[in-house]
Each structure stands twice: as C-alpha cells, then as structure tokens.
C-alpha cells in the first residue's frame, strides 16, 4: 500500500512532470493565463492519463511489441475524444476556453511516456496510481502556475479581481510571462520541493 | 512481451484495437449527442436573448450578402417581427471574431454579444468583458452614426490599445446592419436568399453611404 501511496505522491515531487520531467511544455505555457484555466487543463489531462494508464497496462501483455505505439495511440485518442465529449456536452464553455488544447492531449508526451515507461511494464491498479500521481502532479504545477501570472498578468485570484478594475502586468498573461514564471517556479520548485 | 511480432498477430491486434476503440466512441457518440446539442442550442438561445428584445419564437434561416452567407435568427412575439439575431463574424487580431448581433427591423442595433474569439487577454479580449466598449452597441443607429472607429472618422470608441479588434468588432456590426437592410429592403424579390451581382454591388454602395435608406 505504502508503494502504491509512493507512486503518488512521486508524482507530485520526484517526478513532477511539469518541473522535473520538463514534459508537456506546450498545454503548459500555453493555457496557464488564469489560474483556472490550468486546473481544467491539468484535470482534463489527469483524466486522459489514468484511464490510458490502466487499459494499457491491461492490454499490453497482448500487444505485439511492433506495433505497440499505433495500438497505444488509438487507446489514448479514444480517451481524449470521450474527454471531449463529455466537455462537450457538460462543461461547454471551459471547452471552448481551452480549445485546441484537448484535442492534442492525444499527442502529449506525459500520456504517451507513461504508457511507455510505466503502464505497459506495471499492473493495472500501481498503473492507475501512477497515472493519479502524475496527473495531479500536472495539474498542480498548472494550478500554480495559471495562479502566479493571474496574479501578476490580471490581478485576480481564481477569477476574484482585488486590485479594484485595474489593468495587471500584461506580459505575464502574454506568452513571455509564461516562459519567465515556468523558468522562477522551476528554480524555487528544485530548491525547496525535490529531493532525491 | 509475451506475442509475437508476427503479420497475423499484428493484423489481429490492431483490428480488434480500433474495433473496440471505434465501438466505445459510437456509444459515447449516441450517449452524449442530446446534451451536446442542448448546449449548443442553449448557448445560441442565450446570446439571442441576450441582444434582442423578448420574444417567444425563433426561425433559424440563412441569408447572403456581398457573397458571405450569414446565419441569423429571426425573433417573433406573438406572431410579430421583433428584430433579427444575425451571426456575423470578422477577422479579429488574433483569429475570427464571432458575434451574435441584433438588429430591430427599423435598422437600429439593439444590443451585441461576442460568441467566440481569440483575442489577446487583457487587450482585444476586453471586446466581451469591457462595459463601457459593450454598451455603446446598445440603439447604436447606422442612419445617424458611422460604423468605424473614431481613428478612422467615425463613431466608436475603439478599446485603447486594440483598435484592430475594435475595427473588426465594427466591420462585423456592419456586416448584420447590411445583412438587415437586405432582408427588410430586398432590391429585388429573391436577392435576401440567392446571391446576384447586381443586388451586390447595390449592397456595397449602401455599406459607404450609412445614411442612405
């Protein structure tokens, strides 16, 4: 249970994919201009990732080795075109907010890289827990990040405004501020949070 | 891995892969069809609603004009023309800028509201969310104002630092004012719903001279 618990919360820390992986940089940069905007973001993608985590450590011992990529793919794009479905049909308007993004969870390297690297070696339920511990890894760098430059770009938290109507620093909405608060978290993210 | 790369195993397992896969999407497909299209419909309702006066009906028709088809929504009550919800779209700064804009039959816009658009946040993107940008479409008058930005001499006030939304915000205004004026006043019978060159170049003269009618 404890290995289970390990493999969350390496997620989290030890392989945060945002900070220490440096995986799925685009989505990151990308939709992190509210603080919002990443939490659905990195849910969207937790979603994708622990459902394909599990169907591929299921099928995977079936899967000749030649042709594992095409047949991975095919299960990822069908969890994400779900996802989009049920954004869809559910949630229209963060659907239309993050856009393009969803589809191209199909092709983000944490989804494919787990499958690679772990689902396919691992049973189903340590799978599952991987899946969880990176995706809310993600989603929490996205958080985080969506947060400061909401902060700083808008001047609101979580879409509550408290500098009264003013204009915030537009840079950090735009995308160098993207760039320049990944790069300050990453350096305050390996100081203090990572440890082998 | 436990199988083997052979033809006839590969073969077997992406078939059955995209088999199962393409199963799974159809049943989802079917499943979240209804709500899909509520949404969708709810939404439209929504910024009808919101740039009309109240109606209880709707029509959904198509029109053409200057050789761009327009989807709008004709709004009755009672049986009475209330105005026309045109969708109207234009290139913004970043992308399409797409509107939902209403227009009284006497040619007076009643109110806008922006469907989709992909302008820069904090800047163009104040289109939908600026008060003071917003309310100025609110019985904006063709006949009596021009449908420009002041830079270019005439009568909106763009949002500072976004003049090229604020033009395309415009020009798509423009666009459903022509779209009306060629519903309410055909040149000639069938030229709200069939294209013909010469009802276009009649448009064109009209979208110049604002105060012609």
Known sequence: MSNKLKLITDGLAKNNPTFVLLLGMCPTLATTTSAVNGLSMGLATLFVLVLSNMAISAIAPAVPDKVHIPVYIVVIATFVTLLQFLMQAYTPAVYETLGLFIPLIVVNC?????????????????????????????????????LVREIFGSGSVFGWNFIGGHDGMLAFVMAPGAFICLGYLMVLFNKFIKKD | MAVQSNLKNMAAVLTLTCLLCSAVLGGAYALTKAPIDAAAREKTDKAIGQVLPAFDETSYEVATVDGKTYPYYKALRGGDLVGYAVESTTIGF???????????????????????????????????????????WKGF?????????????GDVDAITASTITSRAYALAVQQAVDVVKALEDPVEPGVTETTEAEGQVEKSQTQEDPSHE
């Open chain 2, 141 to 153: 008058d063709p006949s009596s104002k021009i449908l420009t930005v002041k830079k270019d001499g």
């Open chain 1, 110 to 146: 944490i989804v494919l890289g787990r499958a690679e690297a772990f689902a396919s070696k691992n049973g189903v339920l340590a799978s599952a827990c991987d899946g969880l511990g990176v995706g809310l890894g993600f989603t929490a760098s996205l958080t985080v990040l969506g």
């Open chain 2, 94 to 136: 970043g992308g399409n800028l797409s509107l939902m804009v209403g227009i009284t039959p006497d040619g007076v816009v009643y109110n806008t509201s922006v469907l989709s658009h992909s302008e820069t946040p904090g800047l163009g993107a104040k289109c939908a969310s600026d008060a003071k940008f917003m309310a100025q």
